[in-house]
């Protein structure tokens, strides 16, 4: 048998060999081919990744019938990896936990990729790349947006425009998850396979052993197809040669590329066409003996040289059971659109038969004539059974499809209500708010209410989700016993009403609404988690911070086991907020780490806003702005505004303390675009705004900015929560501006409040407005505070005045520490202005403390080389690959003259 036809494709070929030569030298590359069905994308990744000499050759193909499997495609890449490294990484066996967290998951694919043994690079082929599941895309996406300095070369195929004839959707919502990749750059290419020119199309003609015979011919088929590969080809295979040869101005052409092939199929035998049937049912590909038993075939291998020969399906290599292909998916999607209707359903039913679990559900569902109520009602109770191990949106799809198979309204809409709540609880509002339409189609009750309610509040609009959750209370309760829908969903509405009342700074109506929703027994996480939410925060934020954590206590403890994920998560908000930021770092490590490992969980877009604030916070800078970054995507990618936009009002101040006032700014508009208007991002959003003006020494603008604070209810509210940065910022521009009186008045109401950080800040500023001169923190009763940035600026305010009074040797080691702490943390601004009084005090710093040359990324290796991490640990911590973290020490020592990480250690120490 002859190998696949390839011609031309020259340019592209050479962008992939450029990429391979940058992949052995260290710098990764990413090559996009994209084109449109029919275009060689298959043929060309064959041709580009053949005769490579590489550490592990990863290949994987997206296949429509298996894009809902979770981590499916992902399965596929790592199942070449070498034995050994799976051990390593258990988060890319197939028995990682159901619900794994895709960037977790990608992590441990970033650490295995930077695992493969050998100098050469490894080599990643993926192919249909619009197919693949969702999980997997995220965690490929993840692994890839942090390859630095490995040894990778990735060629990916996808069809663009994403449908193509014979397809029945255009579900673009995996393409935006690959669009996280830059669109070009030194790591990714991107390259456009367009029709073959003129010069080609006669290669191929001879290749088929079909010369044209004539000049202009080539030409002539090139106008007619624009040199689509395969519609120039089936020309070539089915017109006679003397119309190709000839002058007319136009060539005959088949009606349609379907026609084509099924003319093909026609003409074959009765046992090649129903294998090839009974494979196009199957999917893109498939065992060659399950399709042979569904085609009713004992040998199916006439049938399948026959098919091979006839260039319909082809035999895919890898593994030792036989499996079969399509050339395109045009074929197989022509095969299967011209099955009757009677036919395909029968053939879908024959796989169930073969087949178990949700693959054969899947066929089953596919088989059913029409509606079939017993289907529907086994899929609700699969759905329903304890330890089913689906995920929300895996559910969900199912209860969608039960829907469509019910007769009675009630189980119909029931179904199509669950689905869509399970869309909610799996965080992904956006497919969620796809089905809007249909849930409004219901008839009035309160599941419905509930729903659109839930809808409205996460995607912004207010005011109408007010409106539902009031209508949905307002219908009559059931009869007392068994919990039923309609009592879960106007629990569900009061609970989330409550926290909508807390987005209005109600929070006394929250706190009394949370707690109807909470007594009236409804079971369920779409009460008890938003109940509990609102319960707490509204507590807190009427300064009942004693209640607040005793409902937090009796959540997270009690019964032995370990809290919920979204309770250590409120807990940890609220320890945040209130300047407890070592106790919060605790409770959100915690989460996150508990939620990748797959652990059910709503508010990790939350929990991942706070923690980068809070790591940057207690002294650990490392890998926050991409932190930031993180929260970013997941709340975006999910629809989930609310925290997105407090992940880029923390990330503009975070930004903004480096020195960095663009890219702060940049943070603070996304954040004003990305969701609605609400006190607690006005809040945040004037705290960062703030900032911007106190590292510029603009006083005057650090109290515009903080206008929005000083409304008295927005005061009140920021204030029970122990959000007491505004107080601070105000206090000092006051001090600045030499408006002393208000200092003072602003310094004693911060004083009543301030704990945790802000005591720093209060002896700061009681400092700068009452004088005195002590000789260390200590002495200021705030030397037990983990906050490393307000205890160095509390540290540059007494070296300053320790100057100021001759005391120079104290003063300039004050300062020296306070330097070195303000460098390591990054905050230049800060920093600066250490410096500059060293400068004063005749002191200019050392070369090595100029940063040394180093950039970002080594100094951030170096921080934690520092802490006695290993490469492995440093690459986890950071998400990049411990050969990245090698390249980055070999630049270091090259810098700063050291031959080891102890030699480093000290020169840093010193």
Known sequence: ????????????????????????????????????????????LARAAAGRRAAAVLTATGDAAESGLAHGLLDQVVAGLPSGILERFPLLRPDRAPRADPLAVGADLLGALGAVPDDDPVLVVLDDVQWADPASVRALVFALRRLRHDRVLVLAGIRHPAAGPGDTAD?????????????????????????????????????????????????????????????????????????????????????????????????????????????????????????????????????????????????LPGGPAVRIGFVHPLVRAAVRGDLPPARRRALHAGAAARLAGRVA?????????????????????????????????????LLRAAADLSTDPDDRERRLLAATSRLI????????????????????????????????LFTGRFGVAREWFEAAQATEPGAPGEERPGDRARAGAAAHLAILHLLHGDPERAVATAGVAL?????????????????????????????????????????????????????????????????????????????????????????????PAVADRTGAPDGVIEGFELAVTLARDGGTALPGALAHAFAAEALAV???????????????????????????????????????????????????????GVRALADGLGMLAPRVLETEALLALGRTDEAAAALAALEEQAVGR?????????????????????????????????????????????????????????????RDTLARLGAAPWRARCEALLHGAGLTPAAADEALGLTPHEEAVVALVARGLTNREIGRDLYITPRTVAYHLSNVYAKLGVASRRELVRLREH
Do not use: N, Y
């Open 658 to 712: 480096r020195g960095r006032a663009d890219e702060a700014r940049a943070h603070l508009a996304s954040a004003a675009a990305s969701g609605p208007r609400w006190w607690g991002i006005d809040v945040c959003a004037a705290i960062a705004a703030a900032r911007l003006a106190e590292v510029s020494d603009d006083p005057a603008g650090v109290l515009e900015a903080l206008a929005p604070t000083r409304a008295p």
């Open 758 to 818: 802000h005591r720093v800040d209060v002896a700061r500023l009681r400092l700068c407005l009452d004088g005195g001169r002590p000789h260390a923190v200590a002495e200021l009763g705030v030397a037990d505070v983990a906050a490393p940035h307000a205890t160095a600026r509390l540290e540059t305010e007494i070296g300053r005045r320790l100057l100021a009074a001759g005391e120079r040797r104290a003063g300039v080691d004050l300062l020296r520490g306070a």
């Open 519 to 611: 007594s009236q027994g409804a079971r369920g996480d779409d009460v008890r988690l938003p109940g509990g939410l609102a319960l707490v925060l509204g507590l807190a934020a009427l300064g009942r911070g004693a209640d607040a954590r005793a409902v937090l206590d009796r959540a997270t403890s009690g019964d032995g086991r370990p809290p919920l994920v979204d309770a250590l998560i409120v807990r940890g908000v609220l320890a945040a907020l209130a300047g407890d930021d070592p106790a919060a770092a605790v409770d959100l490590d915690e989460a996150v780490q508990r939620a990748r490992a797959g652990e059910p969980v709503r508010g990790l877009a939350l929990a991942l806003a706070f923690r």
């Open 1 to 44: 048998m002859t190998g696949p036809v390839f011609v031309g494709r020259r340019g592209p070929l050479a962008v992939v060999e450029q990429a391979w030569e940058d992949a052995r030298t260290g710098r990764p590359a990413v090559v996009w081919v994209e084109g449109e069905a029919g275009a060689g994308k298959t043929a060309f």
């Open 425 to 456: 609880g799996d965080g992904e509002i956006a497919r969620a708010v796809a089905l809007a339409d249909a849930v409004e189609g219901c008839r009035p009750g309160p599941w419905r209410s509930a729903v659109l309610g839930q809808l409205a």
């Open 361 to 397: 559900l899947d066929h089953r569902i596919a088989a059913a004539a029409g509606p079939d109520p017993a289907l529907a009602a086994e899929i609700e109770e699969l759905v329903a059974t304890p330890g089913a191990a689906l995920a929300g949106a895996e559910a969900a799809d």
């Open 171 to 315: 579900d673009r919502s995996v393409d935006a998850w690959w669009e996280r990749l830059p669109a070009t750059g030194e790591t990714v290419r991107r390259v456009r396979l367009e029709g073959l020119d003129p010069g080609e199309l006669s290669e191929l003609a001879a290749a088929l052993g079909r010369p044209l015979g004539s000049t202009g011919a080539a030409e002539r088929l090139w106008r007619h197809t624009r040199g689509h590969p395969l519609h120039a080809r089936t020309l070539l295979e089915e017109l006679p040669p003397e119309v190709l040869a000839g002058t007319a101005d136009v060539l005959p052409a088949p009606r349609s590329l379907p026609s084509v092939l099924l003319v093909r199929l026609a003409r074959a035998a009765p046992g090649t066409e129903a294998l090839v049937v009974a494979a196009a049912v199957l999917g893109e590909s498939a065992p060659l003996a399950l399709a042979a038993a569904v085609a009713g075939l004992e040998d199916p291998s006439d049938a399948l040289d026959e098919a091979v020969g006839l260039g319909l399906v082809e035999e």
